[in-house]
């Protein structure tokens, strides 16, 4: 008898859940108008309830991570975050390249490039930028890394609101807009994760700390790719082609937010603070660990901000 209870509740759970479920893509529908129906049953694009539910996990897991770890030794996991940072750098690889020779043989407009005009080559593009998506759940990764290495300085307001808005933003991306203009922004930001996942993944081996001095130009790279990518962005405004104006707003606008924080984040690090303060701040013959000092470097637009590892 409480196992047919048990059944029943977990069905009227189930049907009270896909309600919700409706009402809420109804609701997204209705505000933003038709989905692109090729990409109509692609993995977790039809319901943005996975997306939103895996956003409120990731959340949780912060908090109750933290909890967790407060009274407990932090973890090394030095050969997990060389896989994680190689696995990484290798997706980022394929999706540089699988983007560029997309939109090439697609005849991509630079400027301005709708979302029908190159044919086959426009679902092409599409599954890329699928994986770009997927890639931002995948990231999810790099704040429970600082959470079980009790790195909590590191989990900063720009870290989770950059992960988590990401994540959500390419949900609605792939809907609407999964190819065409949308094809620019992934294709810088997956450059600039080889980069820096390559210099995460190196740093683990202390062998290689002597030749890690290229940080701050990697953060100067980040804060280029937003300004070409905001550039590209409104090129589209000025010479519309058909791409929705709306999408166009909302992304440039949500990078102004990002290059905002990245600017402030900048100052607080580069600027303000002398290199000799650094220096002095770490006592001779004291280890760098994992090849990052406390200086504090972040990246926006699909990348994550990071301190020392």
Same mark, same amino acid.
């Given at each position: 008898?409480?196992?047919?209870?048990?059944?029943?509740?977990?069905?009227?759970?189930?049907?009270?859940?896909k309600?919700?479920?409706?009402?809420?893509?109804?609701?997204?529908?209705?505000?933003?108008?038709?989905?692109?129906?090729?990409v109509?049953?692609?993995?977790?694009?039809?319901?943005?309830?996975?997306?939103?539910?895996?956003?409120?996990? *990731?959340? @949780?897991? #912060?908090? =109750?991570?933290?909890? +967790? %770890?407060?009274?407990?030794?932090? !973890? /090394?996991?030095?050969?997990?975050?060389?896989? *994680?940072? @190689?696995? #990484?750098? =290798?997706?980022?690889? +394929? %999706?540089?390249?699988?983007?560029? !020779? /997309?939109?090439?043989?697609?005849?991509?407009?630079?400027?301005?490039?709708?979302?029908?005009?190159?044919?086959?080559?426009?679902?092409?593009?599409?599954?890329?930028?699928?994986?770009?998506?997927?890639?931002?759940?995948?990231?999810?990764?790099?704040?429970?890394?600082?959470?079980?290495?009790?790195?909590?300085?590191?989990?900063?307001?720009?870290?989770?609101?950059?992960?988590?808005?990401?994540?959500?933003?390419?949900?609605?991306?792939?809907?609407?807009?999964?190819?065409?203009?949308s094809?620019?922004?992934?294709?810088?930001?997956s450059?600039?994760?080889?980069?820096?996942?390559?210099?995460?993944g190196?740093?683990?081996?202390?062998?290689?700390?002597?030749?890690?001095?290229?940080?701050?130009?990697?953060t100067?790279?980040?804060?280029?790719?937003?300004?070409?990518?905001?550039?590209?962005?409104?090129?589209?405004?000025?010479?519309?082609?058909?791409?929705p104006?709306?999408?166009?707003?909302?992304?440039?606008?949500?990078?102004?937010?990002?290059?905002?924080?990245?600017?402030?984040?900048?100052?607080?690090t580069?600027?303000?603070k002398?290199?000799?303060?650094?220096?002095?701040?770490?006592?001779?013959?004291?280890?760098?660990?994992?090849?990052f000092?406390?200086?504090?470097?972040?990246?926006?637009?699909?990348?994550?901000?990071?301190?020392?590892?």
């Amino acid at each position: 008898m409480g196992m047919v209870l048990e059944v029943m509740v977990v069905l009227v759970l189930a049907e009270h859940l896909k309600a919700v479920d409706d009402e809420i893509n109804a609701f997204l529908d209705y505000m933003f108008g038709p989905r692109d129906s090729r990409v109509r049953g692609w993995f977790m694009l039809d319901s943005y309830l996975p997306t939103f539910l895996l956003t409120v996990m *990731y959340l @949780l897991s #912060i908090w =109750l991570g933290n909890k +967790y %770890m407060k009274n407990r030794p932090a !973890l /090394s996991l030095r050969g997990i975050l060389t896989l *994680y940072n @190689l696995g #990484i750098t =290798l997706l980022s690889v +394929y %999706m540089l390249a699988e983007l560029v !020779l /997309s939109s090439w043989e697609g005849g991509y407009n630079l400027q301005c490039q709708d979302l029908t005009g190159a044919g086959d080559a426009d679902i092409r593009v599409a599954k890329v930028l699928w994986w770009y998506y997927f890639s931002k759940l995948i990231e999810f990764l790099d704040t429970i890394f600082f959470v079980l290495r009790k790195k909590t300085s590191q989990i900063t307001f720009l870290h989770v609101y950059h992960h988590a808005s990401m994540f959500n933003i390419w949900w609605c991306v792939l809907n609407w807009i999964p190819c065409g203009q949308s094809f620019f922004g992934p294709t810088l930001n997956s450059f600039i994760h080889i980069l820096m996942y390559s210099y995460y993944g190196l740093s683990v081996f202390p062998s290689m700390h002597k030749y890690l001095w290229w940080k701050k130009y990697l953060t100067q790279a980040q804060l280029v790719q937003f300004v070409l990518t905001i550039t590209h962005t409104m090129s589209g405004v000025v010479r519309p082609c058909g791409f929705p104006f709306g999408c166009l707003i909302f992304q440039s606008s949500y990078m102004l937010t990002l290059v905002i924080l990245f600017l402030n984040f900048y100052v607080q690090t580069y600027r303000k603070k002398p290199v000799k303060t650094v220096v002095e701040e770490l006592p001779a013959g004291k280890e760098v660990k994992n090849g990052f000092s406390k200086a504090y470097f972040t990246s926006t637009n699909g990348v994550m901000s990071k301190k020392a590892q």
